[in-house]
């Protein structure tokens, strides 16, 4: 989802996939009390923020993932792990403008 505890449903939409496609993964995230939507003043935007349990899992998750990729670049010297950083930060800025 997104690094923050709550972001729009509409912005994650706009980064990973169509509206329709989230609103349905969003559907099935809810059902299993991972997120809850949250209504706003404007009735056009939703707020999709992680319970307790989604936060633990993503957690869970993003330091399982973390470690993975430690393993995976652990053949890479020093300089070709900062070079990989550097770039993938520049791919990833590059998405977020996008």
Do not use: W
């Amino acid at each position: 989802m997104c690094p923050r505890t709550c972001c729009r449903q509409y912005d994650r939409s706009q980064s990973v996939a169509h509206a329709g496609s989230i609103s349905v993964a969003v559907d099935r995230l809810e059902k299993k009390a991972l997120v809850k939507r949250k209504n706003t003043v404007d009735r056009r935007v939703r707020l999709v923020e992680l319970t307790p349990k989604g936060r633990v899992l993503i957690t869970k998750t993003f330091r399982e993932h973390a470690n993975a990729m430690k393993e995976a670049a652990g053949i890479l010297s020093k300089e070709e792990r900062l070079t990989l950083l550097r770039l993938l930060k520049k791919l990833g800025r590059r998405q977020e403008e996008s």
